[in-house]
């Protein structure tokens, strides 16, 4: 098994946004005339799928914690886009919450580098964390030694999602395997009358794009497009944009966030969404957070175009930030994060499959089961919506390339914005 893990650097994350701040650290009356102090726990698991993992957790949290109260600080808006702008304004201000989420790698390192976080190395020595963590992940949350985060999970970005239905009524049989073959099959389905490629916010595009380079370049040519000197002008990528243009043709109106682009393939409206592992939770997760559909049935999967035998993956962790309010409620909510039980609650209703290596893997099934094993054997690449392969600076330079591409459909251009967002990423 080959990990191939991007050496991630970062610069500050840079505050863009003057947003009102949520409240921590107040004191309330809880139960039995105690005073039970709030802990706030900053995230964007707001939306259905989402919010059932959180819940799960916090309910672990409450159990293990009479004496403190879960303040749920999150804000809405699929991969925390919204969320982090709010988040760099008050680390600005040095209001931080008590604890928050941050992905593994880049968007990390940034945080760290910046002086925003505490290191963990305590944490980690009194649980032995280091024992339980794959040493490839935590890297990913370290500088110089210092551990400054607990991941909670490993998602995986590169999925292609299907309604099986649909596909059979357009005459295709099974999941395409190639860039190519996806063109092919967008464009039956657009024959069929059916919408080919649901997609939606703009953020999605950006997730779109990072599964259209890794299954048209490749595993070693998409990692080494994160090294020193990278080559962000050559033909392949050029090939690899071409792609995108071609397969965002195919593309139906635009959805507000991922929910309802991924129910538009639940519902059978559309054939295919191209998005990361949460959408599994939503589909799979009984009515009252998830669509409670029926996996191969409803819907199905498959590794995104090209990209089999990779798993293009992220994480999400929780961090101690210096000055938190509540300092010690947030070191219980981080242990409760780090434990085999919290994240064995969190991560079959989330989606995702824990980060750490001791987990019941029985709890684990259907798509959950499938994407463990892909987890042991797969090559890696890192997300770039995600936070793993690109420091916010630059993923955001890459976000506005996508929104002008979007408007004027040039490749040229877009790949010229794409190699100056590289240049100028100071990672
Ligand atoms: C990612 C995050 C996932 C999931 C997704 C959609 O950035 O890591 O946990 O929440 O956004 O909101």
Sequence with gaps: MRRRWMAAVAVSVAGLLTLSACGGGDKQEGGGGQAAKKVEVFSWWTGPGEADGLKAMREIFAKQNPNFEFFDAAVAGGSGDQARALLSSKLQANQPPDTFQGHAGAELQGYIKSGKLESLNFLYDELKLKEVFPQQLIDQISVQGQVYSVPVNIHRSNVLWFNPSVLKDAGIDGAPKTIEEFITDLDKVKKAGKI?????????????????????????????????????????????????????????????????????????????????????????????????????????????????????????????????????????????????????????????????????????????????????????????????????????????????????????????????????SGQ
Aim: proline share 4%; hydrophobic share 40%.
């Design 196 to 424: 080919p490629l649901s997609i939606g916010s703009q953020w999605t595009l950006v997730h779109l794009l990072e599964s259209v380079l890794l299954g048209s370049l490749g595993t070693d040519a998409y990692n080494a497009l994160w090294t020193a000197n990278a080559d962000w002008s050559n033909a392949n990528v050029t090939k690899a944009l071409e792609n995108f243009k071609t397969i965002l043709s195919y593309a139906g109106s635009p959805q507000d966030d991922w929910q309802p682009a991924a129910k538009q393939v639940a519902d059978g409206e559309a054939a295919f969404n191209i998005m990361g592992d949460w959408a599994y939770g939503y589909f799979h997760n009984p009515p009252e957070g998830g669509l409670g559909k029926e996996s191969h049935k409803d819907f199905d999967w498959a590794a995104s175009p090209g990209t089999d035998g990779t798993f293009m993956w992220l994480s999400d962790s929780f961090t101690l930030p210096k000055g938190a309010p509540n300092r010690d409620g947030a070191i219980a909510w981080l242990k409760v994060a780090a434990s085999k039980e919290g994240q064995d609650a969190f991560n079959p209703l989330k989606g995702s499959i824990p980060a750490r290596k001791d987990a019941d893997q029985s709890l684990y099934k259907d798509y959950l089961s499938w994407d463990l094993e892909q987890w042991a054997n797969d090559k890696l690449a890192g997300s770039i919506q995600h936070g793993v392969v690109a420091n916010d600076q630059w993923r955001q330079a890459i976000t506005d390339a996508v929104g002008l591409f979007q408007q004027d459909n040039d490749v040229a251009k877009f790949q010229q914005a794409l190699v100056a967002a590289a240049k100028n």
